[in-house]
């Protein structure tokens, strides 16, 4: 139970997952002579967007604006708005999947990724939480900090490749379950040409092991398909930020991840803009209070707290790993 609470909780963060480099693709491949060029982008500032396409919860939840204030609050407000045609609409989505409607309360709409070199912090706001996330590619190590939007509850601790890669594995996507195939379509998504890559579960493909992340919570996180966006320019160190585990040896620019066969049920994950600018040492420093914990450690305990704060409920006693 322990276990599938920790996962559940870091499920639902998994747009901004706590996760490292990926591993390498094996189709090499390349961009028509007609792409625009541009240079490789190792300094500056990115703008993230997640979405549900067609459910009408995230087409409503996407109005929440952080800078507004209490995100609660304002959810209250915005849904009293759906139309009683809606909000029929709306319900039988939640019964067709439940998990989707969950995601759509939950997901961090948009988020801000700061990248100088090999290190990156990104940060973002969800209806209940303020997450930011800084990682090391050179040191394969991170911090991160969640706290909560209407108490002083808040949570952080370091984490490295090695111990967060277990907590995800269960989700990713490889050809051991996927069909992989490389197309030659291409993109320009936010400036940068990218190459889809169109992967399809193979009939028969065995459920993990283990419940993955989001699974105790409800949410359905085994995707019948996805496409996949990368662009050569794009540092691969980046794909920590990206909700789902794909085998690309690339930067991922966008993903799409279809949960049922006629892909009415999507989540999408792209950038919106990519900005060549300075980015100074403050840009990627977390400010944190309190103790920091270590997940290598405390991952169970961390887990559970992870969920206290986006479930909204008071801080519980301390766990393992706090003083």
Not at 88 to 110: D, H, I, V
Not at 230 to 252: D, R
Not at 282 to 292: F, K, M, S, W
Request: aromatic share 6%; net charge positive; proline share 7%.
């Amino acid at each position: 139970m322990r276990t599938n609470l920790r996962n559940a909780a870091l499920g639902l963060l998994a747009p901004v997952a706590l996760a490292a480099l990926l591993a390498a693709g094996k189709h090499p491949r390349s961009l028509p002579p007609t792409a625009p060029a541009v240079p490789d982008f190792t300094l500056g500032v990115i703008t993230t967007r997640v979405s549900l396409p067609g459910n009408l919860y995230d087409k409503y939840m996407s109005q929440l604006d952080p800078t507004k204030g209490d995100l609660q609050a304002q959810a209250q407000g915005i849904m009293s708005k759906m139309s009683a045609a809606e909000q029929q609409q709306a319900q039988a989505q939640a019964q067709q999947n439940p998990g989707l409607t969950m995601m759509a309360a939950w997901l961090p709409r948009k988020a801000t990724i700061y990248v100088r070199g090999q290190e990156a912090r990104a940060t973002t706001d969800g209806l209940t939480y303020h997450l930011e996330n800084y990682f090391n590619s050179a040191q394969k190590s991170g911090l991160c900090l969640v706290k909560s939007q209407s108490s002083a509850n808040q949570l952080a601790f370091t984490y490295t490749n090695a111990g967060m890669k277990q907590e995800w594995q269960t989700i990713s996507a490889t050809d051991a379950d996927y069909l992989i195939q490389p197309t030659t379509e291409t993109a320009l998504i936010a400036g940068y040409p990218c190459l889809k890559t169109r992967y399809t579960r193979k009939p028969g493909a065995a459920s993990p092991a283990q419940p993955g992340p989001g699974a105790a919570a409800g949410m359905a996180v085994e995707a019948v398909g996805l496409d996949v966006w990368t662009s050569s320019k794009m540092p691969v160190s980046l794909n920590f930020a990206h909700p789902i585990y794909v085998k690309e040896k690339q930067g991922i620019m966008k993903i799409v991840v279809y949960f049922d066969k006629a892909h009415q049920q999507q989540l999408l994950y792209e950038f919106t803009s990519v900005q060549s600018k300075p980015v100074a040492p403050q840009d990627l420093r977390i400010a944190t209070t309190g103790t920091v914990l270590d997940y290598d450690k405390d991952g169970p305990s961390i887990g559970l707290r992870l969920l206290g704060i986006m479930m909204g409920t008071p801080q519980t006693a301390a766990g393992p790993g706090d003083k």
